[in-house]
């Protein structure tokens, strides 16, 4: 089992910007790729981020891409999530997850097998 815990979330004005973390504990993190999701009111829940197990890549998803940087820290069992130039439109719930090192990169939830309980970012205008 891996215990996800994400913080940091808040509410920050457009073109600002927000750190969220992502704490694990249980087994060894460095063993598991991870990524970041977000769910908007009324929408899907969609892949935002992902990193593999030494940092060495990393995968956005367009509408992120330039403005969002993932990264780990596997001393410290954290990944991160560094949101910049912040718009509403990445307002949304927005959960760290845990997949099998030879799932990296997915963008598919089910690939993932650990989650955390989310962290609100909201973004006003």
């Known amino acids: 089992q891996v215990q996800l815990v994400e913080s940091g979330g808040g509410l920050v004005q457009a073109g600002g910007s927000l750190r969220v973390s992502c704490a694990a504990s249980?087994?060894?993190?460095?063993?598991?790729?991870m990524g970041w999701f977000r769910q908007a009111p009324g929408k899907e829940r969609e892949f935002v981020a992902a990193?593999?197990?030494?940092?060495?890549?990393?995968y956005y998803a367009d509408s992120v891409k330039g403005r969002f940087t993932i990264s780990r820290d596997n001393a410290k069992n954290t990944v991160y999530l560094q949101m910049n130039s912040l718009k509403p439109e990445d307002t949304a719930v927005y959960y760290c997850?845990?997949?099998?090192?030879?799932?990296?990169?997915?963008?598919?939830?089910?690939?993932?097998?650990?989650w955390g309980q989310g962290t609100q970012v909201t973004v006003s205008s």
């Open positions: 249980g087994r060894t993190f460095s063993n598991y790729a």
């Open positions: 990193i593999n197990l030494r940092s060495t890549t990393t």
């Open positions: 997850a845990a997949a099998p090192a030879y799932y990296t990169g997915s963008t598919y939830m089910s690939y993932y097998d650990y």
